[in-house]
T-cell receptor
Framework: SQQGEEDPQALSIQEGENATMNCSYK?????LQWYRQNSGRGLVHLIL?????REKHSGRLRVTLDTSKKSSSLLITASRAADTASYFC???????????FGQGTRLTINP | EPEVTQTPSHQVTQMGQEVILRCVPI?????FYWYRQILGQKVEFLVS????????KSEIFDDQFSVERPDGSNFTLKIRSTKLEDSAMYFC?????????????FGPGTRLTVT
């Protein structure tokens, strides 16, 4: 299946440190997206990276994509307490709109 | 900034009852989706909808489920006879495949509890 799998499952760091989360998937993709979910809330779209892109930045976020390894990473720099949330990667394939989500990484930023 | 809205935020129903979950997608979006997330598990795709018909559905989306766009703004998910295992958070999403291909914007979700 085209499942995205994130690691680590949980990450706890101090405020101000950088947080890196990884995602792996199994089949060819069209795009890979990262979403944030605060506890019990909806999914907030963070960033989309296309299969022909290798790196993308948005504010304090940096996403990389390695299609040869079928993996992506999300880096959050200078973390803040408000970044505490679960982070999910989601992939889609050519010709299909559905997103396939991973299990997510629970990020805790300690003040 | 435009956003997807969903009502109700929490629905409690008895097993065997019908429920309708409502969504108002972003107004200029053309594709609509339903996903669900059972507590502690990953978000799962249910169905996508375009041009007034289902374009894709998952194995979860069986005959107990249906979707409808009854007017120009609402998008609904109906579960005809709820089961205990239908308890989950249900998310509606929409996307504009012209301007921002494949970026899906999610609503806040409806928590469905089947007792």
């Amino acid at each position: 299946s085209q499942q995205g799998e994130e690691d680590p499952q949980a990450l706890s760091i101090q405020e101000g440190e950088n947080a890196t989360m990884n995602c792996s998937y199994k089949t060819s993709i069209n795009n890979l997206q990262w979403y944030r979910q605060n506890s019990g809330r909806g999914l907030v779209h963070l960033i989309l990276i296309r299969s022909n892109e290798r790196e993308k930045h948005s504010g304090r976020l940096r996403v990389t994509l390695d299609t040869s390894k079928k993996s992506s990473s999300l880096l959050i720099t200078a973390s803040r307490a408000a970044d505490t949330a679960s982070y999910f990667c989601a992939t889609d394939r050519w010709g299909a709109q559905k997103l396939v989500f991973g299990q997510g990484t629970r990020l805790t930023i300690n003040p | 900034e435009p956003e997807v809205t969903q009502t109700p935020s929490h629905q409690v129903t008895q097993m065997g009852q019908e429920v309708i979950l409502r969504c108002v997608p972003i107004s200029n979006h053309l594709y609509f989706y339903w996903y669900r997330q059972i507590l502690g598990q990953k978000v799962e795709f249910l169905v996508s909808f375009y041009n007034n018909e289902i374009s894709e559905k998952s194995e979860i989306f069986d005959d107990q489920f249906s979707v409808e766009r009854p007017d120009g703004s609402n998008f609904t998910l109906k579960i005809r006879s709820t089961k205990l295992e239908d308890s989950a958070m249900y998310f509606c999403a929409s996307s504009d495949l012209v301007a921002q291909p494949y970026e899906q914007y999610f609503g806040p979700g409806t928590r469905l509890t089947v007792t």
